[in-house]
């Protein structure tokens, strides 16, 4: 099977509010994705709306099927790449941080909330998601959601891992001084669990953060294949399933676990 083409759209804030402003990136984006051999588009953490928008964060969510979710359909279908993208969305009072995953045709492959919420900030806008496993296929892999602040957690990867995601998929708004997530937390959530793991970045000044940028794409065997400086950029890089079989031979953690230990160490502790 051939690998699959991933582009990782790490792109300045611009003006926080303005969807349609980002949804004419989306487009432009996705064209020059396409014309770089490129069969999945992923965008950052609340890509549409901005993150430091504060108290119209509830003006701005959509509920599942709204208008912006739909011109995204039309952008994925027109351009027939899939596309992962972060949004608020609306469900009844709640407001939850999202990424929904569009296919190629247009039809909505998957939508995970994010169950770890980042802060009194998001706290406050935000209700968190309660479903830790999210995938869908896409041409031959198996993808896996996350958000952000989720894969800093080494349960939700090894769920991941455990289910069968094969990439998973993190749009993210990783602000500074917590560069080392980037640099070496992630790939080595990606090693330890034999999964591609493509980590999608804001970058640059927003409100009161500043967005870390370095994007990356980091692989099973511990290799990051594309990594993105602190400015906007469009990163493209391949995920092959013979790597990830590769890399989970060379170094068995998931075949050599014993889970019979481990019941203790997930139960709540006091520090």
């Given at each position: 099977?051939?690998?699959?083409?991933?582009?990782?759209?790490?792109?300045?804030?611009?003006?926080?509010?303005?969807?349609?402003?980002?949804?004419?990136?989306?487009?432009?984006?996705?064209?020059?994705?396409?014309?770089?051999?490129?069969?999945?588009?992923?965008?950052?953490?609340?890509?549409?709306?901005?993150?430091?928008?504060?108290?119209?964060?509830?003006?701005?969510?959509?509920?599942?099927?709204?208008?912006?979710?739909?011109?995204?359909a039309e952008i994925a279908a027109r351009h027939r790449i899939g596309i992962v993208y972060g949004a608020p969305e609306r469900?009844?009072?709640?407001?939850?941080?999202?990424?929904?995953?569009?296919?190629?045709?247009?039809?909505?492959?998957?939508?995970?909330?994010?169950?770890?919420?980042?802060?009194?900030?998001?706290?406050?806008?935000?209700?968190?998601?309660?479903?830790?496993?999210?995938?869908?296929?896409?041409?031959?892999?198996?993808?896996?959601?996350?958000?952000?602040?989720?894969?800093?957690?080494?349960?939700?990867?090894?769920?991941?891992?455990?289910?069968?995601?094969?990439?998973?998929?993190?749009?993210?708004?990783?602000?500074?001084?917590?560069?080392?997530?980037?640099?070496?937390?992630?790939?080595?959530?990606?090693?330890?669990?034999g999964l591609h793991l493509a980590y999608v970045n804001r970058c640059g000044p927003e409100g009161r953060y500043d967005f870390a940028g370095l994007s990356c794409l980091a692989g099973p065997d511990?290799?990051?294949?594309?990594?993105?400086?602190?400015?906007?950029?469009?990163?493209?890089?391949?995920?092959?399933?013979?790597?990830?079989?590769?890399?989970?031979?060379?170094?068995?953690?998931?075949?050599?676990?014993?889970?019979?230990?481990?019941?203790?160490?997930?139960?709540?502790?006091?520090?």
């Amino acid at each position: 099977m051939a690998p699959l083409r991933v582009a990782l759209l790490q792109g300045p804030p611009g003006v926080p509010g303005a969807v349609a402003e980002s949804l004419a990136a989306l487009e432009r984006a996705a064209r020059t994705a396409v014309g770089r051999g490129a069969r999945l588009l992923v965008t950052s953490e609340l890509f549409l709306t901005g993150y430091a928008v504060g108290g119209r964060m509830a003006e701005l969510a959509e509920p599942a099927g709204g208008a912006s979710e739909q011109r995204v359909a039309e952008i994925a279908a027109r351009h027939r790449i899939g596309i992962v993208y972060g949004a608020p969305e609306r469900d009844g009072d709640a407001v939850l941080n999202t990424a929904r995953f569009v296919g190629a045709d247009g039809r909505l492959l998957a939508a995970y909330r994010k169950t770890h919420l980042f802060g009194e900030y998001e706290r406050e806008i935000f209700r968190p998601g309660a479903e830790p496993v999210v995938q869908a296929g896409f041409d031959g892999v198996r993808i896996g959601l996350l958000i952000c602040y989720d894969v800093e957690f080494p349960e939700t990867v090894r769920a991941h891992a455990l289910t069968g995601t094969e990439l998973l998929v993190v749009p993210t708004a990783l602000m500074r001084p917590y560069d080392f997530v980037a640099h070496t937390l992630v790939p080595a959530r990606a090693y330890e669990n034999g999964l591609h793991l493509a980590y999608v970045n804001r970058c640059g000044p927003e409100g009161r953060y500043d967005f870390a940028g370095l994007s990356c794409l980091a692989g099973p065997d511990g290799a990051v294949r594309a990594r993105a400086g602190g400015g906007a950029e469009l990163l493209v890089g391949d995920v092959d399933p013979a790597v990830l079989r590769a890399a989970r031979a060379e170094t068995p953690y998931l075949s050599d676990r014993r889970p019979e230990l481990y019941g203790a160490l997930t139960r709540r502790t006091t520090p």
